[in-house]
């Protein structure tokens, strides 16, 4: 297993120093992650569901209030998404959100997704879903180990 970890983590691009921007004086710094916002929420349900939305945040984010308008409260992935999905595409989705901390490597973040994600898919009976993900800022780079993995194929 260590080998074909090492192998799947040769091939996702390293983070480059050099590259990197300081933060702005401004910036808020990075908050202890609240271990309950740790791994996959179902955010919104459709007991007809055909399609798995699979949300995942940026780095100093939240896997519900990152989704969420400061002002009205309104949660667009769950109040307005499933909706328009189903008014306009006919399409209903089930709407998940994946939270992570930001303490290890984006490897090892993306692995813990799949991992649960495969876990929740397999306990609500709904693996052979299609996904539709959803990723913002460091949610990318996250997704994109996501994809290596999958390329692998190594659990799924």
């Known amino acids: 297993m260590k080998k074909t970890f090492d192998k799947l983590r040769s091939k996702i691009p390293k983070f480059n120093a050099k590259e990197a921007q300081p933060f702005p004086s401004n910036s808020v710094p990075m908050a202890p992650q609240d271990p309950a916002s740790i791994g996959p929420k179902i955010i919104y349900d459709s007991p007809d569901a055909t399609i798995d939305l699979i949300a995942i945040h940026g780095q100093n984010g939240h896997p519900i209030k990152s989704w969420t308008n400061r002002d009205n409260g309104v949660l667009w992935l769950r109040d307005l998404l499933p909706g328009i999905l189903e008014t306009n595409l ?67």
Do not use: Q
């Not at 992570?100 to 879903?129: C, D, F, H, Q, W």
């Open 90 to 156: 006919g399409v209903k989705v089930r709407v998940l959100s994946y939270g992570y901390a930001r303490r290890e490597p984006v490897e090892i973040i993306g692995a813990g997704l799949m991992k649960s994600m495969n876990e929740l898919r397999n306990e609500t009976k709904s693996e052979g879903r299609k996904i539709i993900w959803c990723a913002h800022s460091f949610g990318g780079p996250l997704l994109r180990a996501v994809c290596t993995i999958l390329s692998f194929d190594l659990w799924f």
